[in-house]
């Protein structure tokens, strides 16, 4: 399978996550390769986001890389000069890959549910967010779980493309942003930035959303 076909079955929707994380496992020894082959800076793009929230003392920043797969925001997070990131991921596969980049602290192999990991509350400065927002990836109600990680004042980092925000049926219709605008509403956290960025996946844009909790 080239790497055009396999992103496009990344993106298929399936019958369950298990399945869609079964799917990652099998794809992670060559999912680097591909992904790099395919112009995938939605990663640089987080990174930056998270970079330009912090001008200083980066090293105390402790950080969740949800959906990390193999690692690419946390190589992008080092380079900026953060060293405290954590990775959750339900791919074994994938953070076996990414715990050979020695870029994280503490690899957590769980879905983002609470039922499914035993991360206290109030625990992460930054919850960073980049290509989890497919089919049979992340539930909407993920925003939630972000809020309740994140110490007060915290930072929520969401990079992703917005054909999926329109397409996949877990987000269209608006419901991942009236979420976002829902828990605002609330008074738990407050919109810092949305932006809409060229080359994102190869030709096409993105966008980065950040939110602090308050």
Known sequence: MDNTKRVSEA????ESREEKTQFYDSWSKMY??????????????TASAVRDLYPDSRDVVRILDVA??????GEELIKHGFVKV?????????????R????????????F????????PDTYDVIVVCGGCTNVHLPCSCLREAVRLLKPGGYFVMATRPFHLNTVDEYKEGRFENLMDEIEEEGKWKKIRKEILPGYHAE????VFVYQKK
Request: net charge negative; hydrophobic share 30%.
């Open 11 to 14: 993106y298929k929707k399936t």
């Open 32 to 45: 680097d390769q591909e992904m790099n082959s395919y112009g995938y800076k939605g990663p640089a793009m």
């Open 68 to 73: 990390a797969g193999t690692g690419f925001v």
């Open 86 to 98: 954590d990775a959750l991921d339900p791919s074994q596969g994938m953070l076996d890959e990414a």
């Open 100 to 111: 050979e980049k020695g870029v994280y602290q503490e690899l957590i192999c769980a879905y």
């Open 113 to 120: 549910d609470e039922k499914d990991h035993t991360i206290p």
């Open 204 to 207: 096409h844009e993105g966008i």
